[in-house]
């Protein structure tokens, strides 16, 4: 389960700003989810008849203390914020001028527990970037061919001692992925159903020993040379 999977039906208690200077809470990860779709909703306008544009670029803005927890989650956090995203705009039927861009930001102005977004529409190209969700770390298919297993010549090690030295195989032509079970002693998985060698559908969930393995396909822009860098921005135009 992604790390915002268990805030799913409270993404509407928002803490408004007299609870947050009250009890000096701090944020949570669905309070960031919360924003953005109400950011969303707010700004999407109708620019013809079957098209209804959103933002694409947000930056959040909250206290040094939040942004240190939150900084702690690293790309994780922002993977599954940009995931909340395209899946939120795709409920909606939203479209987008370019890639997603979501950005953490510090600011010495903003209260523990408060939360300022700013949003925009960016024009850009849209590039698809696939991700190993393994554990709460995520693993992006920088090659065409990524080994998992238990063996340290994996290309990602797994501690699971259920699982064989390299027990299976991603595949990645720049279009689709494909899992396929290298002769495992306990076989694989794919959601839920025995397999040795199929297409990953994006969300498709591999199972190996104890281990799960999601597959996704995350929506990504390249940076503009002006863009931050680091784990706290994640961009897609």
Do not use: C
Not at 91 to 101: E, I, K, N, T, V
Not at 116 to 134: F, H, M, R, Y
Not at 154 to 181: C, F, M, N, P, Y
Request: charged fraction near 25%; charge should be neutral.
């Amino acid at each position: 389960m992604g790390i915002l999977d268990n805030f799913e039906r409270g993404l509407e208690r928002a803490v408004n700003g007299a609870f947050a200077k009250t009890f000096r809470s701090g944020l949570q990860p669905v309070e960031l989810t919360s924003a953005i779709r109400k950011e969303m909703d707010t700004k999407a306008a109708v620019v013809a008849r079957d098209r209804v544009l959103a933002p694409n670029r947000f930056v959040l803005r909250m206290s040094a203390a939040d942004y240190k927890r939150m900084s702690s989650m690293g790309a994780a956090l922002t993977d599954e914020l940009v995931s909340f995203a395209q899946k939120h705009a795709t409920s909606q039927h939203y479209a987008f001028a370019g890639g997603l861009s979501i950005e953490l930001r510090e600011d010495p102005d903003i209260s523990v527990g408060m939360l300022q977004i700013d949003s925009e529409n960016v024009k850009g190209d849209v590039a698809w970037t696939p991700v190993l969700d393994i554990d709460g770390r995520h693993y992006p298919l920088t090659g065409g061919r990524t080994v998992v297993g238990r063996g340290s010549d994996a290309d990602i090690t797994v501690d699971d001692t259920g699982i064989s030295r390299r027990h299976v195989l991603i595949t990645w032509d720049g279009h689709r992925a494909q899992v396929e079970d290298l002769g495992s002693t306990n076989g694989s998985k794919l959601n839920g159903q025995p397999v040795k060698k199929a297409i990953l559908e994006p969300d498709s969930v591999v199972t190996i020993g104890r281990t799960r393995i999601v597959f996704r396909v995350l929506p990504q822009a390249a940076p503009s040379p002006h863009s931050p860098q680091g784990d706290n921005f994640w961009s897609t135009s």
